[in-house]
């Protein structure tokens, strides 16, 4: 069975940076695509970026474009998301997820294995 863990998160001033993390284990990543999500305190999730099956595909919302990166270390079993300059508005709990997705083409349309999610805080 497929996990996923987050870890990275924490305190960051405004226009800082930080590296979220989501490890897997359980299962090859093979046919896989990933995502992350984020959901601030009162508000729904919502969905930050996401990476095919083979990394040859790519989305971000409008908010992170520019500012965030994901990637994929399948040696390390890691994917990342880079996020910089950040804002008050990036605060939220970052999730990473895990769906099917074979054509290295999209996104994967929907999620079934889900992180425990790691706390992004800007704040000065």
């Known amino acids: 069975q497929l996990q996923l863990v987050e870890s990275g998160g924490g305190l960051v001033q405004p226009g800082g940076s930080l590296t979220l993390s989501c490890t897997y284990s359980?299962?090859?990543?093979?046919?896989?695509?990933i995502g992350w999500f984020r959901q601030a305190p009162g508000k729904e999730r919502e969905g930050v970026s996401c990476?095919?099956?083979?990394?040859?595909?790519?989305n971000y919302t409008n908010s992170v474009k520019g500012r965030f990166t994901i990637s994929g270390d399948h040696a390390k079993k890691t994917f990342y998301l880079q996020m910089n300059r950040l804002e008050p508005e990036d605060t939220a709990v970052y999730y990473c997820?895990?769906?099917?997705?074979?054509?290295?083409?999209?996104?994967?349309?929907?999620?079934?294995?889900w992180g425990q999610g790691t706390l992004v805080n800007v704040s000065s």
């Open positions: 997820a895990a769906g099917y997705e074979m054509t290295n083409r999209g996104c994967a349309p929907d999620y079934h294995a």
């Open positions: 359980g299962s090859p990543l093979d046919y896989y695509g």
């Open positions: 990476i095919s099956t083979g990394g040859g595909y790519t």
